[in-house]
């Protein structure tokens, strides 16, 4: 049973960073597809990046290319997001989800191409 759990959300300022992760909380993280995606209110959820199953190959939106970097560790512990020079328009609840089966990195962008979905965890960049 995958239960996906988000953590390292937090306030902070504009151009500053924080990582956030995303694990499994029955056990290790399977090596399959993992994706981010954030939320802003009153906006639908978008695609931030995804990353194979075992990290070899990656995917971004063009609004967080050279900003942000999507890794996963060999240790099969968690798949982390690294925000770096954070924007305002950044500031949403982000969520990481898995595709447990063949990845398809040209359907990534689509939120039902994925199946169990974190919590999400809150962002929010100050000016």
């Known amino acids: 049973q995958v239960q996906l759990a988000e953590s390292g959300g937090g306030m902070v300022q504009v151009g500053d960073s924080l990582r956030l992760s995303c694990a499994n909380s029955?056990?290790?993280?399977?090596?399959?597809?993992i994706a981010w995606f954030r939320q802003a209110p009153g906006k639908e959820r978008g695609f931030v990046a995804a990353?194979?199953?075992?990290?070899?190959?990656?995917k971004y939106a063009d609004s967080v290319k050279g900003r942000f970097t999507i890794s996963r560790d060999a240790a099969k512990t968690a798949v982390y997001l690294q925000l770096n020079s954070l924007e305002v328009e950044d500031t949403a609840v982000y969520y990481c989800?898995?595709?447990?089966?063949?990845?398809?990195?040209?359907?990534?962008?689509?939120?039902?191409?994925?199946?169990?979905w974190g919590q999400g965890t809150q962002v929010t960049v100050s000016s």
């Open positions: 989800a898995i595709r447990t089966g063949v990845y398809n990195s040209a359907k990534a962008k689509d939120p039902g191409y994925w199946g169990q």
């Open positions: 029955g056990g290790t993280l399977p090596t399959y597809a």
């Open positions: 990353i194979n199953w075992n990290g070899s190959s990656t």
